[in-house]
């Protein structure tokens, strides 16, 4: 079955680099993605990566995805008070049945 | 262009009560789903639809009905309310073969 599994909460000085870390279990994942939710608001997807690539950089975020230990994980650099939200990973698999599986979040608290 | 529309935006209902959710997506999209958000279980899919008349059942599908009578809706209907269903309840939409979910702003209900 799938399954994706996070830490729940991480806290960082504000500066700091922060790495949220994901874990799934489907190998036939095609898409791995990154949203972020604050407080009060829903979902909106932050980054995602195929699983045919190692790394993607979009400005500060990092995405690195190691498919062999089916282990991905987000680098945010220069962490700001504004980062502080919940953030999810999930996985997806290609073809006309969609449904993703999120794991249950990573709580980011940015202290300055 | 609002995106994703959930009505209402709170409730609260007294066991036994019934009540619907509308969402609203003004996108074209043709995938519509119903998560629910409870602390530290994350997002868990009730229902989704994967086209205008018709539904299928998610992870967490017990107590609650569906209907998507037009492609622009999606309603989630609790028949008899029960305190296990507070919860924060998330609607969303995607494309089919677009993997980017985009999400409502949430209605947050309470059974006493």
């Known amino acids: 079955g799938e399954d994706v599994e996070q830490s729940l909460f991480l806290s960082v000085r504000e500066g700091d680099s922060s790495v949220i870390n994901c874990t799934y279990t489907?190998?036939?994942?095609?898409?791995l993605y990154w949203y972020k939710q604050e407080p009060g608001a829903g979902l909106q997807l932050l980054t995602y990566?195929?699983?045919?690539?190692d790394m993607k950089q979009d400005q500060r975020l990092t995405v690195l995805l190691n498919k062999k230990d089916k282990h991905l994980s987000l680098r945010i650099a220069d962490t700001q008070t504004g980062d502080s939200a919940i953030y999810f990973c999930?996985?997806?698999?290609?073809?006309?049945?969609?449904?993703?599986?999120f794991g249950r979040g990573t709580s980011l608290i940015v202290h300055p | 262009n609002a995106g994703v529309t959930q009505t209402p935006k709170f409730r609260v209902l007294k066991t036994g009560q019934s009540m619907t959710l509308l969402c609203a997506q003004d996108?074209?999209?043709?995938?519509m789903y119903w998560y629910r958000q409870d602390p530290g279980m994350g997002l868990r899919l009730i229902h989704y639809?994967?086209?205008?008349?018709?539904?299928a059942k998610g992870e967490v599908p017990d107590g609650y009905n569906v209907s998507r009578l037009k492609k622009q809706n999606f309603l989630l209907g609790l028949e008899s309310a029960a305190p296990s269903q507070t919860s924060v309840y998330f609607c969303?939409?995607?494309?089919?073969?677009?993997?980017?979910?985009?999400f409502g702003p949430g209605t947050r209900l309470t059974v006493t």
């Open positions: 969303a939409s995607s494309y089919i073969r677009q993997y980017e979910q985009y």
């Open positions: 999930a996985e997806g698999l290609s073809g006309g049945s969609y449904i993703p599986t």
């Open positions: 990566i195929f699983s045919n690539m």
């Open positions: 996108m074209n999209h043709e995938y």
């Open positions: 639809s994967v086209g205008e008349g018709t539904t």
């Open positions: 489907d190998s036939s994942s095609t898409y």
